[in-house]
């Protein structure tokens, strides 16, 4: 079995315990779910329903409402404390935008059980990377969408927390972070899944920490921490332990000790059919009258 699998029970139970203080913890979160926000400016799209893949605490469903407040939202997330929290935090929200429509549903982003063709948007904020089959993933996304609907998203690309990565060589024989997906190749994803023009660009985000618990514990805070098939079941000896801070500290710079996050932007269309449903070719042709 594939080492870098997430086991997703694991991965449930993690976000689950971490559902109460994830907003506390979720800076790069809430910040990268801005910046694609503001990208919504220069998209022209007034959807009626919304899915929200991968939702959390709902903070960024509660702006795509604002953004978008004549849609549905669905806010979809696998952890059951997530949507809780959501709920929990939607009341005051939904009395200040005049009833915020907003719909909890719990499940897996790699299995949407929703019918195809009927959703305007999919949207997705960090957490593209918790699935162990991303093309299976885009291809359940292309299939809920309507035609000419819009799949946007962030994720993580391979060099995020490549210093702890690099700390964590040679401590033990487990693995100790996810894997992530290259953006080329989540661009061919996007394509070979049916989707039109994709557009995928990153970027380099650094949080400073004063030493490695800091790290380590930013990341279990938001349930982020290693959740893989190939991952240690018992507790980190002070061995190493040791060895890790030891390997961590000789990247510490100007004081502080860095932790970087690729953060992977794309968007992508649902095009027109090229096929009618017996698999006869469909020509487009125009005219312009004199």
């Known amino acids: 079995m594939d080492e870098h699998l997430i086991d997703k029970r694991q991965m449930r139970r993690s976000f689950d315990r971490a559902s109460a203080d994830y907003d506390a913890a979720a800076v790069l979160q809430r910040e990268v779910c801005i910046r694609m926000l503001d990208r919504l400016d220069y998209i022209k799209l007034q959807p009626e329903r919304i899915l929200d893949a991968g939702s959390g605490t709902g903070w960024g469903a509660r702006r795509l409402a604002q953004h978008f407040p004549a849609a549905r939202t669905i806010e979809l997330d696998i952890a059951i404390g997530m949507l809780q929290t959501a709920r929990g935090r939607s009341g005051w929200w939904q009395k200040l935008f005049g009833g915020a429509k907003l719909t909890p549903l719990c499940a897996d982003m790699e299995a949407l059980p929703l019918a195809s ?10 957490a593209m990377q918790w699935c162990n089959d991303l093309p299976a993933t885009f291809v359940e996304m292309h299939r809920v ?8 998203f962030s994720t993580f690309g391979p060099d995020t927390l490549k210093e702890l990565r690099l700390a964590f060589n040679g401590v033990d024989r487990h693995n100790h972070l996810n894997r992530f997906a290259d953006m080329h190749d989540i661009g061919d994803m996007l394509v070979q899944a049916g989707f039109a023009d994709p557009v995928i660009d990153m970027e380099y985000i650094t949080l400073t920490y004063d030493d490695v618990r800091g790290v380590l514990q930013d990341l279990k ?21 040791a060895r890790l801070v030891e390997n961590y500290e000789r990247l510490r710079k100007n004081g502080k000790l860095p932790a970087t996050f690729e953060v992977v932007y794309g968007h992508a269309w649902k095009p027109q059919p090229r096929t009618t449903p017996d698999g006869a070719a469909i020509i487009r042709t125009s005219f312009k009258l004199k």
């Open 117 to 126: 063709g009927s959703l305007e948007m999919v949207w997705s904020n960090l």
């Open 145 to 152: 969408l309507k035609t000419e609907g819009l799949l946007m």
């Open 221 to 241: 805070s938001i349930g982020a921490h290693n959740a893989t098939v190939g991952r240690s079941r018992g507790l980190m000896g002070k061995n190493t332990w």
